[in-house]
């Protein structure tokens, strides 16, 4: 019996380890994209950076992490997810040391560009991973909630961490990366590194489809960044905007027509990843973007201070993490699209709540009810829709299918940011912020209504589990 079982104890390790260093990876990835909302005065005000450009150190991450997506996938579906892994994270690594360093915008931006890069190539060679090490079934789904709880527990965190950090430092929110990316790499090295069995096989990177893809995302993601700062001309945005539009037209013709496509027709006609997709739409311009709104919301409306703004998010990190638990021990039972659809009902009360009660004194009694309801759906959400993203993909195309996932979930915040900011006007008062939190709330309720209409997956005890 121990020639049996001795081999499987040493494999139950490697994935256990390599799921630990994964799930930090896609915690910094989630940090880093939210951990600089509170710290954004403190760094305008030292560097000298007027509105305008300061507003670039949050689109810089997300143009370069939203544009490179999808060719990260591609990465690592054909160079080995595992390669990739550790290029993106001692990468990042790098990005933030330069970033917390930085004594002039210029520097800053350029760094915070190289870790949207960076993001771009790790977030996707993380998907493949899973898809890899992890069998599809109940230990893959296993390893997805995991993962997830930790990513969306991330976002959260971001906005505690920048509110404490930035009270002895803006430059912690960028130094706070590098012991955990050394982390990373070295985990990678011991565990990660070593599955070469799964190395997928050499293939061409299509440059042709890769070019215009990217460049019309990070053209529309520049065109929506330029296009909402109050008395700019809107001749930059249309012109961007046009530009996307032709580069995505090119897109779709080569698409359509050439052998080496950048999305494969597998994943084109998976119906599984389609609706994923619009999930994480809907979730980033839901509770994916309640982060900002309630960053502007303590600062600039009730006077908080970073440290104050910082404790006041612990009660919605503390509920998306538990959100995340609860969604972990249910899916199985009620399928991910049940917890999806669980998940946006009660983001849509939590959401509602704070667009009525946001211009109440008491924290305690006017916005927390509304943190602790929408930051419980916000982890039920964030874990079931990559369930459901993933579902039906084949394990080579792993690291795709999460890159274009992903790419949909930052170009709906690209989007939203933009709107939210019309909505808030050049000088935000309650009633701006009263129609921002309501357009968030229209967001969950429409994802409450798409996931409603999908087909219910079985529990696992009348079907294998997703």
């Known amino acids: 019996m121990s020639v049996v079982t001795a081999p499987a104890a040493p494999a139950t390790v490697r994935r256990s380890a390599t799921l630990t260093v994964l799930s930090v990876a896609q915690f910094l990835i989630a940090l880093d994209y939210s951990i600089i909302y509170i710290a954004l ?236 997709a619009v999930a994480t739409a809907l979730y980033m311009a839901s509770v994916g973007s309640e982060f900002y709104l309630l960053t502007l919301l303590l600062q600039s409306m009730k006077g908080y201070t970073p440290f104050q703004a910082g404790l006041a998010f612990v009660p919605l990190a503390v509920m998306v993490a538990a959100g995340n638990a609860a969604a972990g021990r249910v899916v199985r039972r009620f399928g991910p699209t049940g917890v999806l659809t669980g998940g946006f009902a009660i983001a849509t009360v939590g959401l509602l709540w704070l667009s009525l009660a946001l211009q109440g004194d008491s924290y305690a009694a006017d916005l927390l009810p509304g943190l602790v309801i929408s930051g419980f759906g916000h982890g039920m959400i964030y874990t079931s829709m990559f369930i459901i993203g993933t579902h039906d993909v084949p394990s080579a195309h792993q690291g795709t299918a999460g890159a274009l996932l992903t790419t949909s979930q930052y170009l709906s915040g690209a989007l939203t940011v933009a709107v939210l900011t019309l909505a808030l006007g050049p000088s935000p008062d309650y009633a701006g912020f009263r129609t921002a939190f309501l357009l968030t709330t229209a967001a969950a309720a429409a994802g409450l209504v798409l996931t409603a209409r999908r087909p219910v997956s079985r529990p696992a005890s009348t079907r294998t589990p997703v």
């Open 41 to 276: 005065p403190s760094i305008a005000a030292d560097l000298g950076m007027d509105a305008a450009l300061a507003q670039w150190v949050v689109s810089a991450y997300a143009v370069l992490f939203a544009g490179f997506l999808v060719v990260g996938g591609r990465l690592a579906d054909r160079v080995g997810a595992a390669r990739l892994f550790i290029v993106a994270i001692i990468t990042f690594g790098i990005a933030s040391a330069v970033g917390g360093a930085a004594e002039d915008g210029t520097v800053l931006l350029s760094a915070r560009a190289a870790q949207g890069l960076a993001a771009a190539l790790l977030q996707p060679a993380i998907l493949g991973l899973i898809g890899t090490t992890f069998s599809a079934g109940p230990e893959r789904s296993r390893a997805l909630v995991v993962w997830g709880s930790v990513g969306a527990s991330g976002l959260a965190a971001g906005a505690v961490l920048g509110g404490l950090l930035t009270t002895a430092s803006w430059r912690l929110t960028f130094v706070v990366n590098v012991p955990l990316t050394l982390l990373c790499a070295l985990g990678a090295a011991a565990w990660i590194g070593s599955g070469r069995g799964h190395l997928p096989p050499a293939g061409r990177i299509p440059m042709l489809a890769s070019t215009l893809g990217t460049g019309a995302v990070l053209t529309l993601v520049i065109g929506l960044t330029l296009g909402f700062g109050h008395g700019r001309s809107p001749v930059p945005t249309i012109a961007c905007l046009g530009i996307a539009l032709v580069l995505f037209a090119g897109f779709a013709r080569n698409e359509k027509t050439s052998r080496n496509a950048l999305i494969e027709p597998i994943l084109r006609c998976t119906r599984s990843l389609r609706a994923g």
